[in-house]
């Protein structure tokens, strides 16, 4: 699993993602989205980059936690 934030700089989080995703061995890879920016639109645009789930910053551990959770049981 990965955690990426949405505004690293060149590449930011969503061209990261399709990035990994484009090698045959991440494409299963599980992806989580880390950012300020916890908006309806902002997660429409991380699932259509290929992640798999959303974390608002700041991150409050509990809901990190059954994010990972979540993930493990996924994969």
Same mark, same amino acid.
């Given at each position: 699993?990965?955690? %990426? &934030? ?5 590449? &930011? ?6 990035? %990994?995703?484009?090698?045959?061995? !991440?494409? &299963? ?7 300020? !920016? ?8 991380? %699932?259509?980059?290929?992640? !798999?789930?959303?974390?608002? *910053?700041?991150?409050?551990? *509990?809901?990190?936690f059954e994010c990972?959770? *979540? ?5």
């Amino acid at each position: 699993m990965i955690l %990426i &934030d949405l505004q690293m700089p060149e590449p &930011d989080g969503l061209e990261a993602t399709c990035q %990994i995703h484009l090698e045959s061995r !991440n494409r &299963d890879t599980l992806i989580v989205a880390t950012t300020a !920016n916890a908006f309806a639109d902002d997660m429409t645009a991380c %699932i259509a980059a290929g992640m !798999n789930d959303h974390v608002a *910053k700041p991150i409050e551990a *509990k809901l990190l936690f059954e994010c990972v959770l *979540k993930g493990v049981q996924r994969g």
